[in-house]
């Protein structure tokens, strides 16, 4: 029989009530008082009957992103089966993901499940075609920006440091000397096509998936981690392999870009990262791209416009 496994939950709300723990785990659970700084909460009304007849509440509470705030909670010492339980009571507007207390302690957290919707400072990090390569509006980031800005001018900030060319472990190594000086609370990784590409000169048989990746991801969770931030990854946009074999002396293939995706993907199911598919608002537009390979103005904005939906829009 495998041993449960012990994990530490904040809890700044209804998870705080003995009644509620109890019709949770059967019991009341070992609590610490704690703290969370770089968040405030917001109101969530919730409609679903079962979770308001275990808390009494019709309205409970949401973690959002504010420099120099902090929430006030506690910290519960969970078994696997407890922490299962949390996560089946919790509605489909939080998930589970990581954070660094005040102590220094890192531990889980419910948060917003749209991860852009309760940032409030946004760092960019990816490849050219999230530094907006083809469009002189800056692409998909500069909509991102306007629109997130535009929300709290005073308070909201994007910082776009893509860089043409990077693979992801270009990204791991040069992103953390980036961060500091924004004091970013979400990271959003732009995990673009470049770690998909093989030269030309390499055998037309290559079957090896993309190296490295859960290197270079769990490198650049580890740094986000660092600064309280949280890491948020975007998956490859669809292509035209057609028009982009012979690309600056690189291949682009299909096959290896959905192998790609789902490599990454797999990968944030697996250590509770938040993912973004960017596949599909391009899937078979090859009128959206300018080479195969660069969204056109008109392709940025279709991307912007599903990003948008997906981690934004309530």
């Not at 009957?49 to 910290?75: C, F, N, Q, Y």
């Not at 530094?131 to 500069?142: F, Q, T």
């Not at 060319?165 to 970013?184: N, Y």
Request: proline letters at 6%; glycine letters at 8%; aromatic letters at 6%.
């Amino acid at each position: 029989m495998t041993e449960s496994r012990p994990h530490t939950l904040f809890s700044f709300g209804t998870l705080m009530d003995e009644r509620v723990q109890t019709a949770l785990f059967g019991r009341t659970v070992p609590t610490e008082p704690a703290s969370l700084a770089g968040y405030t909460t917001r109101p969530l009304p919730i409609t679903d009957p079962a979770v308001i007849a275990a808390s009494g509440l019709d309205v409970h509470l949401i973690l959002e992103r504010r420099l120099g705030a902090t929430v006030e909670g506690a910290v519960l010492h969970l078994t696997d089966q407890d922490l299962a339980a949390a996560d089946a009571y919790e509605v489909d507007d939080y998930t589970r993901r990581r954070v660094v207390l005040t102590s220094g302690e890192n531990t889980w957290a419910y948060l917003d499940a749209k991860p852009l919707r309760s940032a409030q400072r946004i760092v960019i990090v990816g490849d050219s075609i999230a530094y907006g390569r083809c469009d002189p509006h800056g692409g998909w980031a500069a909509h991102l920006a306007a629109a997130h800005i535009a929300g709290n001018e005073a308070e909201h900030r994007v910082f776009n440091l893509a860089i043409p060319g990077s693979t992801l472990a270009d990204v791991s190594e040069q992103t953390p000397a980036l961060l500091g000086p924004r004091r970013p609370d979400t990271l959003l990784v732009a995990a673009g096509i470049n770690d998909s590409a093989l030269p030309l000169t390499a055998p037309q048989t290559h079957g090896d998936g993309p190296v490295h990746i859960a290197d270079s991801l769990g490198s650049l969770a580890a740094t986000a981690l660092g600064h309280n931030a949280r890491l948020v990854v975007a998956g490859p946009a669809w292509l035209d392999e057609e028009r982009t074999r012979d690309y600056e002396g690189l291949r682009f293939t299909r096959a290896r870009a959905l192998a790609l995706r789902e490599s990454i993907r797999a990968w944030c199911d697996e250590n509770h990262v938040d993912y973004l598919d960017m596949w599909e608002p391009l899937r078979e537009k090859s009128e959206l791209l300018v080479d195969g390979l660069h969204p056109t103005p008109e392709g940025h904005e279709a991307l912007y416009r599903h990003l948008d939906t997906v981690s934004r829009r309530a």
